[in-house]
């Protein structure tokens, strides 16, 4: 079994379809259906359910889909650990963020860590905390921002934790209440994060612990867009403390929510029992350094280089 198969079959899969899994493997579509052809012969099981030009995976098909991903993931810790013998002086952090506080937490870091090791190249992946989990577990990244609580699948150094702010017009009823437990929400539509955002995972569990499910009148991955529309009174949105009060506009009235379990928890997580590089390592030293190993509740000092 070669590894190189395994890839095309886990890019056919990941991308959806024969001709996807060649551009991002820079391939032709012909040589990774013979790829995917070779396991399937090799394995002596049908890996794919061929329907039209889609293509379903078999009950086979998933078994071989999670080991490939830990198998590819084994190959990348590998050859980490065999660059990290040249030290911090050259190399990589493949580093995963999501949109939702990046800037107001992580960018501090990227000065510093690059004043004090100008040798590595950070390649950034930005995405919703759910999907940056996803990735990784598959070895795609070594580092991701994402929400507690978390699985067991991952370590994590904490960042920052704060409450949430309801961000809802400025004429709205509950506008004048100073503090407001979700329950009392259940009639306003809610405007959400796009899906792959944790965050809106610990909504939509709030709502349902106090016997409601949100109407949903629209999905976003920008902030400024968000805030704009519930300026235009489409309904009321949730952001971080923090990222709420710098946001905020005369449009809209924020008040504290209120609400047990619904804190925002950001961390840094890394697969567990996974190798981590030293670029890797010294990021979150660094991390551990500015925000304290328990994570902090105010702005990030500034750090020294």
């Not at 394995?43 to 078999?58: A, F, Q």
């Not at 065999?82 to 960018?107: E, I």
């Not at 929400?185 to 792959?196: C, K, N």
Request: charged residues 20%; aromatic residues 6%; proline residues 6%.
């Amino acid at each position: 079994m070669e590894l190189r198969t395994l890839r095309a079959f886990v890019e056919v899969v990941r991308q959806g379809g024969f001709s996807q899994a060649a551009k991002v493997v820079f391939a032709t579509q012909p040589t990774i259906s013979k790829a995917v052809k070779q396991l399937e012969d090799e394995l002596g099981v049908p890996l794919l359910d061929r329907i039209g030009h889609k293509s379903m995976l078999t009950t086979a098909g998933e078994i071989v889909y999670r080991r490939a991903l830990t198998m590819l993931a084994e190959r990348d810790d590998l050859v980490a650990e065999l660059a990290d013998l040249r030290g911090l002086k050259t190399g990589s952090l493949r580093l995963g963020l999501p949109p939702l506080g990046a800037s107001t937490l992580f960018a501090p870091l990227f000065a510093v860590y690059r004043a004090r090791y100008p040798g590595i190249d950070i390649r950034l992946t930005e995405q919703g905390s759910k999907r940056l989990e996803e990735i990784v577990l598959a070895g795609e990244v070594e580092l991701a921002g994402s929400l507690l609580p978390t699985t067991d699948d991952f370590d994590f150094q904490p960042v920052r934790c704060e409450p949430l702010m309801v961000v809802m017009p400025k004429d709205h009823p509950l506008a004048g209440q100073e503090r407001i437990g979700i329950g009392a929400l259940s009639a306003s539509p809610f405007i959400l994060f796009e899906r792959g955002f944790a965050l809106n995972r610990v909504l939509v569990d709030a709502c349902e612990r106090n016997g409601f499910a949100p109407t949903v009148a629209a999905r976003s991955g920008q902030i400024d867009f968000i805030v704009e529309l519930v300026g235009a009174r489409l309904g009321i949105a949730f952001l971080p403390q923090t990222i709420a009060r710098q946001r905020s506009t005369p449009a809209v009235k924020l008040v504290l929510l209120d609400e047990p379990g619904t804190q925002w928890h950001m961390a840094l997580v890394w697969r567990r029992g996974g190798y981590l590089s030293h670029a890797a390592r010294a990021w979150v030293e660094l991390t551990r350094e500015i925000y304290g190993a328990e994570g902090g509740s105010g702005m990030p000092a500034t750090p020294a280089p």
